[in-house]
């Protein structure tokens, strides 16, 4: 039987506030354990939480973002349950009346095609405490910094079929976050943290399957691997004639394995019902207006800027355009050399290699933009090769001074005087006579190949810093003499 897959996703959010959303206490990440939790994120008798207007107001900047509609009256709900880590025994949340209502995310596959993504809702909500388990032996700590955390947790309709898609998606929300600057989308601290809910139906059915829920996903690459698994799950389940159970599950990146955690609940199970802490949100069309006029630059227009001013293709576009950081990074770098395209070369090629390898952020990286325009200056300028480039490059990587030192250093200034040049040609030329007769007896297009196997030989000569195009016009001129 072919089967199909059907994902919808949820998405939290952390937002990037200094205080927390019911509290002044502090959101940084990091602090010694149980340092940054008051008694009102813990919901101790007497106290009372009031709403933080920062994190109201980037809930919004995200439904303006998405052409979703902002619900001008939205209140905030318990959802009551026991864990560890939530001390108080209730979430506040938003359960009937969330701050944003429906709207729409345009993703691009990697074929190049696109699909429309539905949002049923994004909500806000503070997020728990976190359980540690690797600091006592036989036992588990609690940590409460993160309890009382702002978080928008944005939730999709089933609109995904693959993994590709669902990548896609979780892509161009963490884009369209950090190009709002509503969240530092930085996953290695749980700023961003993914639920799946994976099914299989038969290809055909419109009527969806049992569906599980894979929780805390941190990472883009452990949420395919994720999905994977349980895909093949399922349809092992079904065509061995059983059935798949609605249920809570945990991935396991380190062990590549999954169990189930619980069985999922139903909002029943959680005995929602509104805050009586907490008054009506009620938002004024005049305060939506105003954030909408302050919205920043979004992922789609910044990719279609640059396409029409630096004459980027779709796919630089694409890659430069997509995260506010590297941008800000490719046009300081434009503005301080005049060449996108050498700057998009760069940065997509040589800097990201490194920043990968290094897990480094562009943000983080140890050669900044106005550095890496002065490496490209000299490029253009003729003063070393684009082989040498790349050596100056490692020593800048390693810190060892701007492009202009190294060079001037390390003695690596493009050797464009023609006496010497003809020098290194005619000793390579000697040493090679069977290639020279070779090139001789040869027709114009078999001598185009033979021409460059006298160039290696020649850039060795010259330690790499030998002006390649005036090599090749020398070469050409003494071999067809």
């Not at 089967?3 to 949820?10: F, K």
């Not at 009346?97 to 190049?112: C, F, K, N, R, S």
């Not at 040589?350 to 952020?361: I, P, V, Y």
Request: charge should be negative.
């Amino acid at each position: 039987m072919e089967w199909e897959t059907v994902i919808g996703l949820e998405v939290h959010v952390q937002l990037a506030t200094k205080s927390k959303i019911f509290s002044g206490s502090s959101t940084a990440f990091g602090a010694a354990p149980n340092t940054q939790a008051s008694a009102i994120d813990l919901a101790l008798p007497g106290t009372l939480p009031v709403i933080n207007e920062q994190a109201m107001h980037y809930a919004i900047m995200f439904g303006l973002a998405i052409g979703a509609d902002i619900n001008q009256r939205s209140i905030f709900d318990r959802k009551n349950y026991f864990y560890p880590d939530l001390p108080k025994g209730y979430q506040t949340t938003q359960m009937d009346e969330p701050i944003v209502g429906a709207g729409t995310v345009e993703i691009q596959l990697p074929d190049g095609s696109h699909k429309t993504i539905r949002i049923h809702h994004a909500h806000l909500e503070e997020d728990a405490g976190k359980s540690v388990h690797d600091l006592f032996a036989s036992q588990s700590g609690i940590d409460l910094n993160r309890a009382g955390t702002p978080l928008i947790e944005i939730v999709s309709e089933p609109d995904m079929r693959t993994s590709d898609e669902a990548i896609a998606f979780a892509k161009k929300l963490h884009s369209i976050v950090t190009s709002l600057g509503i969240s530092d989308g930085d996953m290695s601290q749980g700023s961003m943290r993914f639920d799946v809910n994976v099914s299989i139906r038969p290809k055909g059915e419109e009527k969806l399957g049992t569906r599980t829920e894979t929780k805390n996903l941190n990472s883009f690459r452990f949420m395919e691997q994720a999905i994977h698994k349980e895909v093949a799950r399922q349809i092992d389940l079904l065509e061995y004639g059983e059935v798949v159970l609605q249920e809570t599950r945990l991935y396991n990146a380190d062990t590549g394995e999954a169990r189930s955690m619980r069985s999922k609940e139903e909002a029943n199970d959680y005995r929602y019902f509104p805050c009586p802490d907490l008054l009506p949100i009620e938002i004024s069309s005049e305060t939506i207006e105003a954030i909408r006029a302050k919205l920043p630059e979004l992922p789609d227009a910044r990719q279609a800027r640059f396409v029409a001013s630096y004459g980027l293709s779709d796919y630089d576009a694409s890659l430069l355009g997509d995260e506010r950081d590297t941008a800000e990074y490719f046009e300081s770098v434009t503005q301080h050399c005049g060449d996108a395209k050498l700057a998009a070369n760069w940065i997509s090629g040589e800097l990201s290699a490194k920043l990968n390898n290094a897990e480094l952020s562009i943000a983080n990286s140890p050669v900044n933009a106005e550095a890496l325009a002065g490496l490209i200056n000299r490029i253009k300028d003729n003063s070393i090769s684009g082989k040498i480039a790349k050596q100056v490059f490692e020593a800048m990587w390693q810190g060892e001074g701007s492009a202009d030192e190294i060079i001037d250093k390390q003695g690596l200034k493009q050797v464009s005087d023609t006496g010497a040049l003809e020098k290194i040609v005619d000793e390579v030329l000697a040493s090679n006579p069977d290639g020279v007769a070779q090139y001789k007896e040869a027709d114009d297009k078999k001598r185009k190949k033979l021409l460059g196997g006298f160039m290696g030989p020649i850039m060795k000569a010259s330690k790499g810093q030998a002006n390649p195009g005036m090599v090749n016009q020398i070469l050409a001129k003494k071999l067809n003499q």
